[in-house]
T-cell receptor, first 113, second 117 residues
């Protein structure tokens, strides 16, 4: 069975500081990995995804993530955050069959000035 | 990009009534749609998987008689919460699956906030 662990429930940072949101997964088969952002009372917006190929994936809003198979990790990074990045971030995994996504519990990113 | 809509975005109802939530894929055909439930400050939990023209597959612990799912066409799936109670108050999010580059990518709707009084 697949599972996703987001290691930090809350990450407070100052504006323009770098940030890393950690995600580890477990799966017995090949996986596809995703990061989504959710603003209050809104649905999910896809930040980036790893399907295959280069392990460094670049997404929207300056975010990137690196797939590390040996460490079963898919950490999300941004070199310089903005106040507007304050939101809930979810890491998710699915397998090749295109089944439903398994989500982590989410990480609240709070950016202050 | 692919767009998924949900209607209504917010609904308030009295305990004991039924509520229907629609999920539509606006610019693509979705053979599979998923329904998720999200409690405040928690993650999304899969409720059921719905395939066009067949019965939905419910996750363990989800009452199929309470959460009726119909996927009558390739662009529409509905979730009906029957005899709603306050504990059913939650944020319901659907997603629609579209084959893109050999992978069934999911596109999420904006969610429906259900409040049962």
């Amino acid at each position: 069975a697949q599972s996703v662990t987001q290691l930090d429930s809350q990450v407070p940072v100052f504006e323009e500081a770098p940030v890393e949101l950690r995600c580890n997964y477990s799966s017995s088969v090949s996986v596809y990995l995703f990061w989504y952002v959710q603003y209050p009372n809104q649905g999910l917006q896809l930040l980036l995804k790893y399907l295959s190929g280069s392990t460094l994936v670049k997404g929207i809003n300056g975010f990137e993530a690196e797939f590390n198979k040996s460490q079963t990790s898919f950490h999300l990074r941004k070199p310089s955050v903005h106040i507007s990045d304050t939101a809930e971030y979810f890491c998710a995994v699915s397998n090749q069959a295109g089944t439903a996504l398994i989500f982590g519990k989410g990480t609240t990113l709070s950016v202050s000035s | 990009g692919a767009v998924v809509s949900q209607h209504p975005s917010r609904v308030i109802c009295k305990s004991g009534t039924s509520v229907k939530i629609e999920c539509r894929s606006l610019d693509f055909q979705a053979t599979t749609m998923f329904w998720y439930r999200q409690f405040p400050k928690q993650s999304l939990m899969l409720m059921a998987t719905s395939n066009e023209g067949s019965k939905a597959t419910y996750e363990q612990g989800v009452e199929k008689d309470k959460f009726l799912i119909n996927h009558a066409s390739l662009t529409l799936s509905t979730l009906t919460v029957t005899s709603a109670h306050p504990e059913d108050s939650s944020f319901y999010i659907c997603s629609a699956s579209s084959t893109s580059g050999g992978y069934n990518e999911q596109f999420f709707g904006p969610g429906t906030r259900l409040t049962v009084l």
